[in-house]
Protein backbone atom coordinates (compact mmCIF):
# COMPACT_ATOMS: atom_id res chain seq x y z
CA UNK A 1 0.00 0.00 0.00
CA UNK A 2 1.17 3.74 -0.64
CA UNK A 3 1.48 5.78 2.44
CA UNK A 4 2.24 9.01 2.65
CA UNK A 5 2.99 10.26 6.49
CA UNK A 6 2.80 13.98 7.64
CA UNK A 7 5.39 15.27 10.63
CA UNK A 8 2.51 16.60 12.67
CA UNK A 9 -1.23 15.44 12.94
CA UNK A 10 -1.64 19.17 15.34
CA UNK A 11 0.52 22.35 15.36
CA UNK A 12 0.40 25.40 17.02
CA UNK A 13 2.19 28.49 16.07
CA UNK A 14 2.37 32.08 16.70
CA UNK A 15 2.30 34.63 14.27
CA UNK A 16 5.73 35.62 12.62
CA UNK A 17 7.14 32.15 13.06
CA UNK A 18 8.59 29.79 10.42
CA UNK A 19 6.89 26.92 10.09
CA UNK A 20 7.95 23.65 8.38
CA UNK A 21 5.18 21.21 7.29
CA UNK A 22 7.22 17.45 6.05
CA UNK A 23 5.84 15.15 3.77
CA UNK A 24 6.95 11.95 3.23
CA UNK A 25 6.24 9.36 0.98
CA UNK A 26 6.94 5.27 -0.08
CA UNK A 27 6.50 4.79 -3.40
CA UNK A 28 8.71 6.23 -5.55
CA UNK A 29 6.49 8.86 -7.13
CA UNK A 30 7.83 11.52 -9.18
CA UNK A 31 4.78 14.02 -8.35
CA UNK A 32 3.90 15.49 -5.08
CA UNK A 33 1.18 18.23 -3.77
CA UNK A 34 0.42 20.12 -1.18
CA UNK A 35 -2.93 21.09 -0.60
CA UNK A 36 -4.69 23.57 2.35
CA UNK A 37 -8.51 22.65 2.88
CA UNK A 38 -11.30 25.24 4.39
CA UNK A 39 -14.46 25.14 5.40
CA UNK A 40 -16.88 25.82 1.99
CA UNK A 41 -13.55 26.31 0.24
CA UNK A 42 -12.48 22.34 -0.41
CA UNK A 43 -9.14 21.48 -0.87
CA UNK A 44 -7.14 24.18 -3.06
CA UNK A 45 -3.35 23.82 -4.54
CA UNK A 46 -0.44 25.39 -3.08
CA UNK A 47 2.63 23.99 -4.91
CA UNK A 48 3.43 20.59 -6.70
CA UNK A 49 6.56 19.17 -7.53
CA UNK A 50 7.11 16.53 -10.38
CA UNK A 51 10.62 15.90 -9.74
CA UNK A 52 13.42 16.65 -6.78
CA UNK A 53 14.45 20.68 -7.08
CA UNK A 54 11.39 20.88 -9.70
CA UNK A 55 8.10 22.82 -8.57
CA UNK A 56 5.14 24.37 -9.43
CA UNK A 57 3.00 27.27 -8.24
CA UNK A 58 -0.79 26.14 -7.71
CA UNK A 59 -3.93 28.33 -7.29
CA UNK A 60 -2.78 29.77 -3.28
CA UNK A 61 1.32 30.06 -3.47
CA UNK A 62 1.44 33.78 -1.48
CA UNK A 63 3.50 33.29 1.81
CA UNK A 64 4.37 30.02 1.26
CA UNK A 65 7.30 28.00 -0.35
CA UNK A 66 8.29 24.56 -1.14
CA UNK A 67 11.71 22.35 -0.86
CA UNK A 68 12.28 19.06 -2.94
CA UNK A 69 15.89 17.93 -2.07
CA UNK A 70 15.11 14.33 -2.40
CA UNK A 71 12.31 12.75 -4.21
CA UNK A 72 10.51 10.75 -1.19
CA UNK A 73 10.48 14.56 0.35
CA UNK A 74 8.54 17.63 -0.15
CA UNK A 75 8.09 20.32 2.68
CA UNK A 76 5.71 23.35 2.93
CA UNK A 77 7.19 26.42 4.89
CA UNK A 78 5.71 29.37 5.57
CA UNK A 79 8.40 32.14 5.75
CA UNK A 80 6.18 34.01 8.24
CA UNK A 81 3.39 32.70 10.02
CA UNK A 82 0.21 34.64 9.72
CA UNK A 83 -4.05 33.82 11.25
CA UNK A 84 -5.07 33.37 8.03
CA UNK A 85 -2.97 30.80 7.87
CA UNK A 86 -4.87 28.50 10.15
CA UNK A 87 -6.00 25.02 7.95
CA UNK A 88 -5.71 22.12 7.64
CA UNK A 89 -2.73 21.06 5.16
CA UNK A 90 -3.23 18.03 3.17
CA UNK A 91 0.29 16.45 0.89
CA UNK A 92 -0.88 13.74 -1.83
CA UNK A 93 2.00 11.81 -4.19
CA UNK A 94 1.10 10.01 -7.86
CA UNK A 95 2.94 8.13 -10.10
CA UNK A 96 3.55 10.05 -13.46
CA UNK A 97 1.21 11.07 -16.15
CA UNK A 98 -0.30 8.00 -16.69
CA UNK A 99 -2.39 7.68 -13.93
CA UNK A 100 -4.67 10.65 -12.38
CA UNK A 101 -4.56 8.98 -8.84
CA UNK A 102 -3.30 10.77 -5.79
CA UNK A 103 -2.44 9.39 -2.44
CA UNK A 104 -2.91 11.60 0.61
CA UNK A 105 -1.39 11.51 4.23
CA UNK A 106 -3.27 12.26 6.94
CA UNK A 107 -2.92 15.95 7.21
CA UNK A 108 -1.66 18.52 9.79
CA UNK A 109 -4.13 21.38 11.25
CA UNK A 110 -2.15 24.06 11.65
CA UNK A 111 -3.15 26.56 14.36
CA UNK A 112 -1.67 30.45 13.87
CA UNK A 113 -2.29 32.15 17.34
CA UNK B 1 -13.00 30.53 -14.30
CA UNK B 2 -12.32 26.97 -13.89
CA UNK B 3 -14.64 25.52 -11.05
CA UNK B 4 -15.70 21.83 -9.17
CA UNK B 5 -19.39 22.77 -7.38
CA UNK B 6 -20.93 19.88 -5.50
CA UNK B 7 -24.53 19.89 -4.52
CA UNK B 8 -25.93 19.57 -2.23
CA UNK B 9 -23.34 20.97 0.52
CA UNK B 10 -24.73 18.19 3.54
CA UNK B 11 -27.18 15.61 3.43
CA UNK B 12 -28.49 13.40 6.37
CA UNK B 13 -30.29 10.38 5.80
CA UNK B 14 -31.47 7.47 7.56
CA UNK B 15 -29.82 3.75 7.53
CA UNK B 16 -31.20 1.54 3.66
CA UNK B 17 -31.79 4.77 2.12
CA UNK B 18 -30.43 5.52 -1.48
CA UNK B 19 -28.12 8.54 -2.08
CA UNK B 20 -26.95 10.75 -4.90
CA UNK B 21 -24.24 13.13 -4.45
CA UNK B 22 -23.75 15.71 -7.60
CA UNK B 23 -20.55 17.27 -9.22
CA UNK B 24 -21.00 19.80 -12.11
CA UNK B 25 -17.42 20.79 -13.29
CA UNK B 26 -16.44 23.88 -15.88
CA UNK B 27 -12.41 22.89 -16.21
CA UNK B 28 -9.91 24.09 -19.24
CA UNK B 29 -8.09 20.72 -20.42
CA UNK B 30 -10.38 18.49 -18.82
CA UNK B 31 -8.79 14.95 -18.14
CA UNK B 32 -10.73 13.50 -15.64
CA UNK B 33 -13.06 13.11 -12.76
CA UNK B 34 -11.62 11.85 -9.48
CA UNK B 35 -13.99 10.69 -6.31
CA UNK B 36 -13.27 10.55 -2.86
CA UNK B 37 -14.46 9.90 0.76
CA UNK B 38 -12.79 11.58 3.53
CA UNK B 39 -13.63 11.08 7.28
CA UNK B 40 -11.67 12.08 9.90
CA UNK B 41 -8.40 11.93 8.09
CA UNK B 42 -6.89 11.57 4.67
CA UNK B 43 -8.80 11.31 0.96
CA UNK B 44 -9.38 7.91 0.49
CA UNK B 45 -9.75 7.08 -3.83
CA UNK B 46 -12.95 5.91 -4.80
CA UNK B 47 -13.54 6.34 -8.49
CA UNK B 48 -11.32 7.95 -11.49
CA UNK B 49 -13.65 8.44 -14.85
CA UNK B 50 -12.57 9.74 -18.05
CA UNK B 51 -15.71 8.68 -20.55
CA UNK B 52 -18.98 9.58 -20.46
CA UNK B 53 -21.64 7.03 -19.99
CA UNK B 54 -19.41 4.47 -18.82
CA UNK B 55 -20.68 3.37 -14.70
CA UNK B 56 -17.98 2.56 -12.44
CA UNK B 57 -18.79 0.06 -9.48
CA UNK B 58 -17.58 -0.75 -6.38
CA UNK B 59 -19.94 -2.70 -3.55
CA UNK B 60 -22.87 -0.13 -2.92
CA UNK B 61 -21.07 2.70 -4.79
CA UNK B 62 -21.26 3.72 -8.15
CA UNK B 63 -20.70 7.00 -10.53
CA UNK B 64 -20.64 8.01 -13.98
CA UNK B 65 -19.50 11.01 -16.27
CA UNK B 66 -21.74 13.16 -18.23
CA UNK B 67 -18.52 14.93 -21.18
CA UNK B 68 -21.51 16.37 -22.66
CA UNK B 69 -23.21 18.06 -19.65
CA UNK B 70 -20.15 18.12 -17.67
CA UNK B 71 -21.19 16.85 -14.55
CA UNK B 72 -21.00 13.07 -12.66
CA UNK B 73 -22.95 11.64 -10.23
CA UNK B 74 -21.92 9.51 -6.83
CA UNK B 75 -24.76 6.75 -6.25
CA UNK B 76 -24.65 5.17 -2.86
CA UNK B 77 -27.37 2.43 -2.47
CA UNK B 78 -28.23 1.01 0.91
CA UNK B 79 -26.49 3.57 3.16
CA UNK B 80 -24.90 2.43 6.20
CA UNK B 81 -23.63 4.33 9.59
CA UNK B 82 -20.10 4.04 7.94
CA UNK B 83 -20.72 5.75 4.55
CA UNK B 84 -20.79 9.02 6.81
CA UNK B 85 -17.95 11.18 5.17
CA UNK B 86 -17.55 14.23 3.26
CA UNK B 87 -17.18 12.60 -0.12
CA UNK B 88 -14.93 14.61 -2.79
CA UNK B 89 -15.16 15.29 -6.51
CA UNK B 90 -12.00 16.85 -8.32
CA UNK B 91 -11.35 17.50 -11.87
CA UNK B 92 -7.75 16.54 -13.37
CA UNK B 93 -7.08 18.86 -15.93
CA UNK B 94 -2.88 19.49 -17.84
CA UNK B 95 -0.33 18.05 -15.99
CA UNK B 96 -1.61 16.04 -13.15
CA UNK B 97 -3.52 19.08 -11.14
CA UNK B 98 -6.86 18.71 -9.79
CA UNK B 99 -9.44 21.48 -9.01
CA UNK B 100 -11.65 20.18 -6.08
CA UNK B 101 -14.71 21.01 -5.39
CA UNK B 102 -16.25 21.75 -1.51
CA UNK B 103 -17.34 18.75 -0.50
CA UNK B 104 -20.99 16.97 0.26
CA UNK B 105 -21.36 16.53 3.97
CA UNK B 106 -23.24 13.42 4.26
CA UNK B 107 -24.59 11.84 7.82
CA UNK B 108 -26.20 8.37 7.73
CA UNK B 109 -28.25 7.96 10.79
CA UNK B 110 -29.06 4.17 12.09
Known amino acids: DVKVTQSSRYLVKRTGEKVFLECVQDMDHENMFWYRQDPGLGLRLIYFSYDVKMKEKGDIPEGYSVSREKKERFSLILESASTNQTSMYLC????????????FGPGTRLTVL | EDKVVQSPLSLVVHEGDTVTLNCSYE??????LLWYKQEKKAPTFLFMLTSSGIEKKSGRLSSILDKKELFSILNITATQTGDSAVYLC??????????FGSGTKLNVKP
Open chain 1, 92 to 103: ASSPPVSTDTQY
Open chain 2, 90 to 99: ASGYNFNKFY
Open chain 2, 27 to 32: VTNFRS
